[in-house]
């Protein structure tokens, strides 16, 4: 019941945001235009068109045009060329299904090159078994399907990249727009704590959510990469928004360094002057950020000519001003010392960040400056294409496990349908491979929100074709339909499947003329939704609890080599230290999307999970003490006590790590005490901490191996 519940729940949430108005009436255009063509021509090939003209509109996810071209490329010249060789097909069963196991399998197959990938392969596979499910009946109807196939895409292409172009920089503006406004909203967080004296548990949740805007960093740093890609001669922007991204990662660690130390400040009266500057230079760095995200929103420089920049250069400088009280190093001792070397790098970080978004939305070079922010960074070298392929080619690869099961089910729905003389059998094939999922609670989620959408979608579909007899009005209703499942794809996807099922049936209609197709496909979703369930579970099942301990593993591990790279080198920002903490963001995010997958999966009661709660909140926060110790200060080499604590802690996470893989109780952790010989109040109590927090997550991992949620 509990975990009925939580489908249901993921059913009806509605994410933030906007409906994708303009994207769903391109949708609609670039699918109503061939299929109107193909009615006043009287070409019923024709309306083939229509298909690739929504699955390529469906390709474009944003990016810079040479990506976006290639992706939509693909999935029109493949899609024209699979749809061909299904065509003389399916006439024959045993040819039939041979063809459906190794074509859905391959496109499946395509995951192991990415998401991107993953999805044109899912779209070929849609093109595959419904070319499969229509054979032609001459070579003249094969040649003539592939071409309006290959129109379909073409005209989409078209409509997307140069009648109804996206603008090339606007996802990587408001994706960096977003990682600024978290910041500005953690700061102002971070202010109203500091004035008010939080409590440790209120503390707790702000460094999580300092930790929350490293996935927003990343996200950034994707879309800008795919846009950057494609337009190696247009750099200006290219290089501000660069800029902005690398000045967040350095910003995210200052503000969590901050908060240690205010944690540490607590409501001591004799440092009420620390707490007043801290919280006054916050003030001012939130309304900074802000400003910077709403440059970032407004696009200026694009297509428009700002005014004479001497005019406008006061009210430009105007937000950067972080007034702050002066600081008189020592004045409170070695505690405040430490805040003012972070206010210092904070005050010249937001700097350098209001400069680089000035000259984004005023057309300024990238200042000397903000180049100097990103003159590390390097390219990783290129990888050979076939590298993933051998990469998954072994049993134990997920990716290939996935394919196999999504080919094999897929076939099996065939012919279990032809079996039961269930009309239209590949609309069943189809459905399954739109269920499977590579995990088993997301393939049951993908269950409910397809089977109520295609009963509720049928239902629609079968009361549109009783009212609507002409192919004119068919054609309206059609691109109403696409406008509105389009636009409601980015809030809910239960209601773009239900909107869609009548979309993809009354094109169905359209081409068979047969109006009993709603009532075949409400059947065949059925039988496809048991066929996936069965699948997942029974074909190389991989449920997440054995997938989660060595995620968790891994995290504790990065922990651990975290920590020992911030103690082997002078400084926490040095560029060892800072891939080494990117490592281990990604371990960490890893392992909590396994855990959320596990969520889904576990039947029992909620609370048999909070041991895994708990091993993930004490993991990040041990992250975010290592990076309070290293943020903002120098060490000695020769500095002994840092290199103790390293060594003993990731001796301490390695047992702990061991223990979990081997799902067995993990042994008492060794003495961490270290004698206190800093005068270091940040230091002192990283050392304090530690021990607790070792000691909470050694609780944690023996309450998980030997509960019932990994077993």
């Known amino acids: 019941m509990h975990r009925l519940l939580r489908h249901l729940r993921s059913l009806f ?20 235009v061939p299929l109107g063509c193909a009615f006043l021509l009287g070409v019923p090939a024709a309306g083939w068109a229509g298909l690739t003209g929504l699955l390529v509109t469906l390709a474009d996810k944003g990016g810079s045009y040479r990506s976006r071209a290639r992706i939509m490329g693909m999935v029109t010249a493949l899609g024209a060329l699979v749809g061909m060789l299904a065509a003389p097909a399916g006439r024959t069963y045993w040819v039939d299904a041979s063809l459906l196991l190794f074509g859905v399998t391959a496109a499946s197959f ?31 109807d094969t040649v003539a399907r592939g071409g309006a196939l290959l129109m379909g895409g073409l005209w989409a292409m078209a409509l997307s990249l140069l009648l109804w172009p996206l603008r090339p920089y606007r996802p990587a503006r408001r ?36 930790a929350s805007i490293r996935p927003f960093i990343g996200q950034a740093r994707g879309v800008l990469a795919a846009t950057r890609r494609g337009r190696p001669d247009e750099s200006r922007r290219g290089e501000h928004l660069l800029v902005l991204v690398e000045l967040a990662e350095p910003m995210v660690a200052l503000l969590s360094a901050l908060a240690e130390a205010m944690q540490v400040v607590g409501r001591d009266p004799h440092l009420h002057a620390t707490r007043e500057r801290v919280a006054k230079l916050c003030e001012a760095y939130s309304a900074m950020d802000r400003w910077v995200a709403r440059a970032l929103t407004q696009e200026r420089n694009e297509g428009m000519r700002g005014p004479p920049r ?58 000397s400056r903000g180049k100097g922010s990103v003159g590390g960074q390097q390219e990783t070298p290129g990888l050979s294409p076939w590298q993933p392929v051998r990469d998954n080619l072994h049993p134990d690869s997920l990716v290939l496990r996935h394919a196999l099961r999504v080919g094999m089910v ?14 239209d059998a590949h609309w069943v094939s189809l459905t399954v491979i739109s269920i499977l999922q590579p995990y088993s609670g997301s393939t049951e989620e993908r269950v409910l929100q397809r089977t109520l959408g295609t009963l509720v979608g049928a239902s629609l579909a079968a009361l549109i074709a009783t009212t609507v007899h002409t192919p004119g009005m068919m054609v309206l209703v059609i691109s109403v339909l696409t406008a509105i499942s389009v636009a409601l794809l980015p809030l809910n996807f239960g209601a773009f499947q239900i909107l869609l099922t009548p979309d993809y049936l009354l094109m169905a209609t359209l081409s068979s003329g047969d109006w009993t197709v709603a009532s075949q496909r409400s059947l065949g979703v059925l039988i496809a939704g048991t066929l996936a369930l069965l699948g997942a579970w029974t074909l190389w099942p991989s449920p997440e609890r054995r997938r989660f301990p060595d995620a968790a593993a891994s995290a504790l591990r990065a922990d651990g080599k975290y920590l020992q790279q911030l103690a082997a080198h002078r400084s926490g920002t040095e560029p060892e230290v800072n891939e080494e903490r990117r490592r281990l963001d990604q371990a960490l995010l890893e392992a909590e999307s396994s855990f959320q997958r596990l969520m ?49 802690a ?33 230091l002192g109590a990283l050392l304090e901490r530690v021990p607790r927090q070792l000691g909470i997550l050694h609780g944690a991992v023996a309450r998980l191996s030997e509960g019932p949620a990994l077993r």
């Open 13 to 32: 949430r509605v994410e933030p945001g906007r409906p994708a108005l303009w994207a769903g009436l391109r949708a609609a255009i670039a699918t109503s």
């Open 110 to 140: 395509a995951r192991c090159y990415g998401d991107t990938a993953g999805a044109v392969g899912g779209q070929l596979a849609v093109i595959f078994v419904v070319s499969l499910g229509a054979p032609a009946a001459s070579l003249g």
């Open 175 to 210: 994706a960096v727009a977003r990682v600024y406004a978290a910041l500005a909203n953690a700061a102002e967080e971070l202010s109203g704590a500091t004035l008010k004296g939080a409590t440790p548990e209120a503390w707790a949740d702000g460094l999580r959510r300092h």
């Open 310 to 367: 001497l005019a406008l250069r006061p009210k430009r400088r105007q937000p950067a001003r972080m007034s702050a009280p002066s600081v008189r190093r020592g004045a409170e001792g070695p505690l405040s010392a430490h805040v003012s070397t972070l206010l210092d790098r904070l005050r010249e970080y937001a700097g350098v960040a209001h400069e680089t978004a000035s000259g984004l939305l005023f057309g300024d070079p990238v200042s």
């Open 410 to 423: 897929a076939t099996a729905a065939l012919g279990l349908t032809r079996a039961l003389q269930v009309g």
């Open 600 to 648: 889904t999966e576990y039947r029992g009661p909620p609370q048999n999970l909070e041991s895994g709660m708990a091993l993930l909140t004490y993991a990040r926060r041990f992250a975010l003490a290592v990076t309070a110790l290293g943020t903002g200060r120098r060490f000695e080499r020769t500095s002994v006590l840092p290199q103790q604590l390293a060594q003993r």
């Open 650 to 682: 990731s001796d301490s996470l390695e047992l702990l790590a061991r223990a979990l893989q081997e799902r067995k109780e993990p042994p008492p952790l060794p003495p961490l005490a270290l004698p206190r010989t800093s005068d270091d109040p940040v």
